[in-house]
Each structure stands twice: as structure tokens, then as C-alpha cells.
């Protein structure tokens, strides 16, 4: 725990020695928090919910029949988790080609569902995307699916969810919604994540600085041993800058 503390204090010095960051850093996180799995949305669980032209394909794919990637697209178009998760292993794998809009689909559809080792394939096809780009159904898919780990507890999910928030980024401005719920039941690491994201804001005014001071209050009150070394290097940080302010 010490040597997490020592990590933490170095890494927060190089962020003060940073003017902007272009992304949050991800902050170090247990294992098994990276590994949360939840179910937001199961999508298509049962034949008779699909359309009837589709039920043949889909009792095929559950009886192991080889499936065309187009038949698997067919299915996984209407969120059936098992044709998603079968289109991601051969985008992996080079059998299909691959774009990030597609493996960010259909990897959002499988994680969705709950099916492990979907997300981080996921989360990655995210950075690659353009923001203003994604059709609306795709985009609300992955925030809910994001938003859903996150709040659940998942690390690698929080980082991107205050990673794609943002003037220009995936998800657009973050919310005084998403921003609230994160303060309040976020937990400390990622009240962190949130305090280095708003210091490494080149227009972060006065106002700006005394919210931050009070995220790392928070993150230092809840902490554990490592968070706690970080928000104390960057409340000296934050408090040396807002007097800098004062006798300016």
C-alpha cells in the first residue's frame, strides 16, 4: 500500500508538471474492480422475439450451424448477444472485416448482456470513434452500456466514462447530472479521475479551482492510502494556484 502511495504522489507530480493532459490518467485500480460484469441490457433472450423470418437463423446459430457474417449481423442488428459476441471474435481474429463503429456495436451488445471480456474491446473501439459521427441508437447504446459498468463499479469503465465527456469528445459535455452522480456515488477513485480532468483544463477559472479543492477533499476523505497521498499532492497544488488568484 505504501509503494501505491509513493506511485501515486510521482504520478500526480507529473500531471502537475503537465499543462494540459489530452486524456485522464487511468488511476491504479484492484484487478477485480477492472473485471466488474453486469448485466444492463440481456437484448434478445428467447426466438419467438424476433421477427419470424429471423427465428430460423437464430435456432440455427443456438444448434452451433456455421453462420455468414451476414446472417450473424442480421441477429446481432437486433441485439442478440450470442450473434454479437461471435461477429467480435471474428473481427479479433481478422475474419471479418473490422471498423471501430462495428466492434464498439456489437462488443456494447455482448457486454451488455454480460458477457465477460466484451467490454474492454468495447471501451477501445470507443477511443477510435469520431464524435458527431455514430448514428443516435448506437450512441445511446454505448453510453447506457459504459454508464451502467461504471456505476457498478467497473475501473476501466469509469476512466472512459470521464475520458469521453468533454468539448469535442465522444459523449459531448459532461451533464451536471453525470457530474453530480459521480461526486456523490462514484466513490473516491473516480471523484479523483474527475478532479484531474478538470485541472488539466486550460480555461479552469477560480470557480472551477474551489470545485476541484472540494473534489479532493472528498476523494482524501474516503480514500484509501494511495488516494490519499494524491489528492493531498494536488489540494497543495490547487490551493498554491487559487492564491496566486488572490494577491493577483
Same mark, same amino acid.
Request: proline letters at 4%.
Given at each position: 500500500?505504501?509503494q501505491?502511495?509513493?506511485?501515486?504522489?510521482? $504520478?500526480?507530480?507529473?500531471?502537475?508538471?503537465? *499543462?494540459?493532459?489530452?486524456?485522464?490518467?487511468? $488511476?491504479?485500480?484492484? %484487478?477485480?474492480?477492472? &473485471?466488474?460484469? @453486469?448485466?444492463?441490457?440481456?437484448?434478445? +433472450?428467447?426466438?419467438? &422475439?424476433? *421477427?419470424?423470418?429471423?427465428?430460423p437463423?437464430?435456432?440455427?446459430? @443456438?444448434?452451433?450451424?456455421?453462420? %455468414? /457474417?451476414?446472417?450473424?449481423?442480421?441477429?446481432?442488428?437486433?441485439?442478440?448477444? =450470442?450473434?454479437?459476441?461471435? =461477429?467480435?471474435k $471474428?473481427?479479433? %481474429?481478422?475474419?471479418?472485416?473490422? +471498423?471501430? %463503429?462495428?466492434?464498439?456495436?456489437?462488443?456494447?451488445?455482448?457486454?451488455?448482456?454480460?458477457r465477460?471480456?466484451?467490454?474492454?474491446?468495447?471501451?477501445?473501439?470507443?477511443?477510435?470513434?469520431?464524435?458527431?459521427?455514430?448514428?443516435?441508437?448506437?450512441?445511446?447504446?454505448? /453510453?447506457?452500456?459504459?454508464?451502467?459498468?461504471?456505476?457498478?463499479?467497473?475501473?476501466?469503465?469509469?476512466?472512459?466514462? /470521464?475520458?469521453?465527456?468533454?468539448?469535442?469528445?465522444?459523449?459531448? *459535455?459532461?451533464?451536471?447530472?453525470?457530474?453530480?452522480?459521480?461526486?456523490? +456515488?462514484?466513490?473516491?477513485?473516480?471523484?479523483?479521475?474527475?478532479?484531474?480532468?478538470?485541472?488539466?483544463?486550460?480555461?479552469?477559472?477560480?470557480?472551477?479551482?474551489?470545485?476541484?479543492?472540494?473534489?479532493?477533499?472528498?476523494?482524501?476523505?474516503?480514500?484509501? $492510502?494511495?488516494?490519499?497521498?494524491?489528492? &493531498? +499532492?494536488?489540494?497543495? &497544488?490547487?490551493?498554491?494556484?487559487l492564491?496566486?488568484? @488572490?494577491?493577483?
Amino acid at each position: 500500500m505504501i509503494q501505491h502511495a509513493i506511485k501515486a504522489i510521482t $504520478l500526480a507530480a507529473g500531471i502537475l508538471a503537465a *499543462p494540459v493532459l489530452a486524456e485522464p490518467l487511468a $488511476l491504479p485500480s484492484k %484487478s477485480e474492480a477492472r &473485471q466488474i460484469s @453486469v448485466v444492463v441490457d440481456r437484448g434478445i +433472450t428467447h426466438t419467438n &422475439q424476433l *421477427p419470424w423470418s429471423l427465428r430460423p437463423l437464430r435456432k440455427a446459430m @443456438v444448434g452451433g450451424a456455421a453462420m %455468414s /457474417i451476414a446472417d450473424l449481423r442480421a441477429l446481432a442488428d437486433r441485439k442478440d448477444s =450470442l450473434a454479437a459476441l461471435k =461477429l467480435v471474435k $471474428l473481427m479479433r %481474429s481478422g475474419a471479418m472485416t473490422e +471498423t471501430a %463503429s462495428d466492434m464498439a456495436f456489437y462488443a456494447a451488445v455482448a457486454a451488455g448482456a454480460g458477457r465477460k471480456g466484451m467490454l474492454d474491446d468495447m471501451i477501445a473501439a470507443l477511443y477510435r470513434l469520431s464524435p458527431g459521427v455514430e448514428p443516435a441508437e448506437r450512441m445511446s447504446h454505448y /453510453i447506457r452500456v459504459l454508464y451502467g459498468h461504471a456505476w457498478a463499479g467497473n475501473t476501466r469503465a469509469q476512466d472512459a466514462l /470521464i475520458a469521453l465527456n468533454g468539448e469535442d469528445r465522444l459523449f459531448g *459535455p459532461m451533464s451536471d447530472a453525470t457530474r453530480d452522480r459521480i461526486v456523490t +456515488t462514484g466513490g473516491p477513485r473516480m471523484v479523483l479521475s474527475l478532479a484531474l480532468k478538470d485541472l488539466a483544463r486550460a480555461d479552469l477559472d477560480e470557480a472551477g479551482l474551489v470545485r476541484v479543492r472540494g473534489y479532493l477533499e472528498r476523494a482524501e476523505r474516503n480514500g484509501d $492510502l494511495a488516494i490519499r497521498a494524491m489528492a &493531498q +499532492t494536488l489540494t497543495a &497544488q490547487v490551493e498554491a494556484r487559487l492564491a496566486t488568484r @488572490v494577491v493577483n
